[in-house]
């Protein structure tokens, strides 16, 4: 139930169209959960910028288009995570504009391209590891805000990492992701003042289990001043790190 | 090595009192952290608001002593975390302005009493949880950040939460502490669009391995935005909210 | 062994026609299960309500159209759980009445179409829950509850769950089907005083590890009166709800 | 917000005392979950018989105490689980009605004695399982269920189990608890076509890792109708026996 | 129900002193079990050879010291394995001729003091693991096995071990025991063609998680013919190997 | 290092050929293990009774067809255990008498028929257990045991275990494969004193954690007596149960 | 900032060509790290010996052919580690010196061929781990390190172990390779005084855990002197092998 | 068996004091392992530098003891592990020249002082882990290695560790002991081209699970050439550096 329907009652009371008897059942009937509906859908927008978010995993191609193209018509940007070539060719067969960001595996229509004046910056540790930055850095780009990439910074060579501190620097916010050990993240919790929000990789083999060894790694981290997402949940760190950006506007 | 040291060495080249071959060996000789561990000194401050940090545990009363009266020579704000009583008599005897949270463990010499504008809120479920809680919320007040208290309003009297939606609505960012199922951070994750930190406690038993139930809740919250620190780690949930909370000063 | 041979064999001690030396050794042969037997499999056709159940992991097609026809031959309803489409076509090629449930992977030979007047509510967080929630509840009325559906209603989005109180009040017990955290559970929970059994499925990715994270959520679910079944188990619920359900009539 | 008041205010805006606009306000400021507080608490009482439920840990004596007398105050009967002697000595000085079940670790106080028709069977494995299945049948009973006992009974001497088939089968809904491996619930569960809810108990030691084996052991039970509960959780499965039990009577 | 009892009966029904309805009466009455405990109880000597077993964690002192005088009267040979000194006083002050084994735990009562030709070894790596090793040595003992030594020939110094090659040779069975990484039950594997009984201590630190590394060691043993009991499960090792042991007489 | 050169030498130091010094030296250079290795290998015919065995996974069809080959050359009975059909195609080129136990997984060359008088039970539970039990039970055929089988006599359906106890009876040892919660072992166990081996299978799914719950279940078996393999191991089980089973011939 | 830029400012300074004021703000604009960057670089050259690596998995064929080529014009041996055949024809299409190691699954490009005096010995267990063993020995001699094979000497047959102690002594450093129980490393540890590499292979099956059982089972080595690197990860061994072996050089 | 008794008998045969059956009798005899004994005696003296070890844990002080007393005999220096006050002032009783190493925990006998040339650098991360890296200092001292303590010097505060980098590129091998996330290997890992020796410590709280979060971040550095040990085994890092130090001598 949205506010005008609702203002529309008042003013019929008011004018003497309706009774108080006649409204109170009106809004005795509705569900008032509704009203929270209308709420929570407001927020939700609010919430991941200006775009609608699909899941796809459990969907088939032709759900996820027809999802895709229903929240077109409803908001400006829309977006698809853990997509792939299949789904992008069915939801492209209803909405051209669609674009599909290969390794970040996400479908995206954004008609919106503004951008935050402050920047997130996206420090990743090796190659594999590039593929879960890039979902938290498109994500975070859909859904406004400025990203600053900065690639291949393992800790094996701290140095490459250490020349990039003036870049990291002008950051308001950091999301970090490395699989293996997961040391990047203390390590850049040990140099900047910034939040940082570590994102654990399935990269590795063995006693990693399959992301375990650097997500315990991350939470344990001593520097302060981190917090964790799901392993190779790009897509949960770049909604946080957008959220954290957009309170410095 | 600090700039003021650079900078007297630079004036002694400039008037022939050093040749450039000493002033070049005693550059070369320098480590050359030391600049980075003045700016990193620097930073740190930054960092923690404006305080210092003694971390207690594996450390004996007169050593946390000592470092407390040393760091309160330096910088404004000293607290100590994870403490106890008799900790707390040791480091009194030194610095009779300390003062002890009894509920957070953690022993304060607060001289700069400041508060940020936005606020934090730190939202908790059971009696239990309480402990953390007030971990997270003291820290964040020593820091400089203003504290919202919303405590015991667990999933199970999910009315509870409802009711305080409003004074939710006003904070900045969130921290929410859970144990048992930890399902609380869920929850407010589906209601509002802030970060959200959430810290998963020990409290539970069972099946509830000491804090391993509500981690991998909280890490799997289908609500996204949510971001997760080590299991009862108040403290560090109570450093990366304030450095969020600053963002929006 | 059944009391009237017994009797029987008593009466011939009686009547001098057995000696007790003989009748001892008769009774000492007689293996004592064939009693237990007889009453288990009473036992069993009354604990699943109607029909006999064919679990096909491990069993080849044409074992399972098999086992179907003989089962079919003994009573009116009859279920395999866990199918697929290949196996359904054997069970078809033989039967020419079973029908197969798609998503929740059963074939049926429905017979007896009586339902219970109480009804079981099977909630579900997500779409990927949804094969799960259909085991559940394809498995219940098969068994001859009647079943309302209450699907989508993640915590994520709680208006839509809380929208749907009344039906969910109209239910005399609830199956709460959820991957990712699983805190829809423990809502659930908070929200009304049923039995409940929650079913932990596999949806989810990374720290979720197939299913553990929601298990262990539901096992230390804060919310008293709930009772949890194995990861993806849909078919235990069922019958566990319908046992319950049963209770009312 | 209660209807009443919606009443008067929608015959005000009829009555020309108040416009729409200002209604429109005044309902927007109304937190909306005021109802919902009513309704669960109302719930609540329904949800756990006729008992209000502490659980201890956490808690200091005296704030048991305290809580147990407001209890007191609004509803019959009153339960603390948990508890220990200390605890009960604090409640026993304000209330001296309260008794203490040792084994089970509850403080009560009973006015309501009254009991259902039907019966739940409380089933224990070994002699240290037996305080779990305290708690769970003295929850029960204060719950105002109609209890009965089936002690020792552990596979390793499996025909006592049997010996006691009528007893069980007098019962509407079981309670089975056992450590070790857990295989009682197996056992029982096809002996019999009740609902079963099995307690693990943290019994046992090496691989047995405090209540881990037989937990998994009851969430395998190849004997469908089974549901389990926490380990050690003999309270969540008295409060669940006593929910389905009513659904009897 | 024993079967002179029930030869009492049948005889009863010869001389017409009982006819065939009231002893089918009385046989009904009877718990059919009872024949079964019976029989069980008669097994249960046999399969522990000579003796009664009590397990004495969650019983009280009292309960083990009556426990145990009760088997007393009814068996030659009774034992309470965990037992410490408190529980042995109290057992003492009732069976002036129990005796203690302090390093195994155990508390026996040994009046038949017969042994097996055949005899069991019991190998063990460290002195830390050597109460285990005398757990499963002395239940052996009790229960009629002659028990060869074999202590402290860990693998860290081999020689050790194959200098008692001879010895290990003319053993019927083997127990070996061993903490930390447990490789002693695979060379010992690789030296002979014995049943082997392998049993993991909770000797040890960190990576070694209580006997878990060992465990897993031991059930993944390349050297065929070696089987696993439970960590520290030096009782059931004894056990296991006196039956195995008992084929051999 | 043969006794015999070992008398050789020291003749020739009687006979003043070979100085003490020489002799030192030469005995220092044989490395020793030689005579182990002697000794060993004869013990490793004992050990398996009187077969060869090859352990595919890892292996190329033809190296298995090649060592298959040469270890029929040197023993009667050769086997090659997890096999697949190409593999068996490849041995059987090259020794056509070899035969593939398809549910086994087993190749085997079987020229000495010979069986013991004592049996091995085999006693599985549920339908997909039955390839494990019928790798134990080959492989201790293949060695020169008489095993009797015993399957699908699950927990679940109590009664049909019991039906076949007199066959459990007379058998000598028994080996018990179960997967789900693998609680056949514990009721075994619960009914006759015999050697009993229990092989916990990969067979359920979700909390099963393959195998892993009937493993800790079997570990922590109340019924004292029984012995534990790896998962699945079905041929380690065999070759256990058939030297226990020698020991009573 | 390399040095002689460095000394180039400070002559300036000297000149009077350059202010201290400026000097001081070129000195803080430079990034600290080039210098370390360029240290880093020579020091990982001397590192690995005289080869850069590449580890393929999750890089495309073409990406590593493109960076094998670019490494072959910096260093004179170059090596690429889990690559496979279809890696191998991309690279050997722009090096046709490279060659591809199938057991080890490393490309390499071997120009300098130069060996270490000293040995290092490279022991596997079984079969199936060879490939990781053939990682390892590849690795340290692509580095310059002489390697000496032992290979198949499992703990089951230890006399094979045994005679090769003579071959094992001559080495300087060992890695000893072992999957299933991992107990070979304890054995070789129990021999010999060298520095032991112990590499745990993920070849087993049930409660190995893919690696996990011999992982901890070498952790918790009693022999010391025994290090541990990740599941199957030969390389790491090779290279921490090779760095020790240059030690005695 | 030592070399002068069987050079004794060799030499009598040779005189014709010993017919040469006599002496392949008694060398028949004799355990062949008892000159493996002595080999692996020679050779345990040489693996440990010139220490005898205890291990304390398992054993009473006056076994210590004893066993200190008797090794004292034997070599020149002593150590006992894990050693307390109570144990310490055993060994002090009977020998007063034994000294305390109170963080190490390490009782010592050292009459032997010599140091390598070489150094063992030993690098700590926090307060707390020093325990463990002076075990594993003392360790190498008393064995007979210089060694370097570079402390606290954790990755939060990374420029402490940089400006230590003069002092670590000095030593010839590395023993890194972090806890909390372990972070430090790996960066140290970056840093240098030594081999590295890494200690997890079970310093930390909640997901570090007592030592597991740096040991499995350890096992996954992606800085080769790290090697790890058992969490808190300061004593094998100490031997194993050792052993590795010598080569450089």
Chains 1, 2, 3, 4, 5, 6, 7, 8 share one sequence.
């Not at 950091?174 to 929000?197: H, Y």
């Amino acid at each position: 139930m949205d506010k005008d329907l609702l203002e529309t009652w008042l003013n019929a009371i008011a004018a003497g169209e309706l009774t108080p008897a006649e409204a109170l059942e009106k809004l005795a009937d509705l569900p008032y959960q509704d009203l929270g509906f209308a709420k929570v859908d407001f927020h939700r927008k609010l919430r991941t910028g200006n775009a609608e978010v699909i899941y796809c995993p459990g969907k088939k191609p032709e759900q996820v288009a027809a999802i895709f193209q229903a929240l077109a018509g409803q908001t400006r940007n829309v977006m698809a995570t853990r997509a792939n070539l299949r789904i992008y060719r069915k939801v492209k067969a209803v909405l051209s504009d669609a674009c599909y960001f290969d390794q970040a595996r996400i479908i995206a229509l954004i008609r919106d391209q503004s951008r935050t004046a402050g920047k997130i910056g996206v420090i990743s540790a090796g190659t594999a590891d590039q593929r879960i930055a890039e979902e938290a850095a498109i994500t975070a780009e859909i859904l406004g805000s400025a990203v600053c990439r900065i690639y291949d910074v393992g800790v094996a060579g701290i140095h490459r990492l250490f020349s990039q501190k003036a870049v990291i620097d002008s950051c308001r916010v950091l999301i970090v992701v490395a699989g293996m050990e997961g040391a990047l993240a203390s390590v850049v919790g040990g140099l900047v003042d910034k939040p940082i929000i570590a994102v654990p990789t399935s990269v590795g083999y063995g006693a990693n289990f399959k992301g375990l060894a650097p997500l315990l790694s991350m939470l344990n981290a001593c520097a302060s001043g981190i917090t964790v997402v799901n392993i190779d949940n790009g897509f949960g760190a770049g909604v946080a790190a957008h959220r954290i950006n957009l309170l410095g506007e």
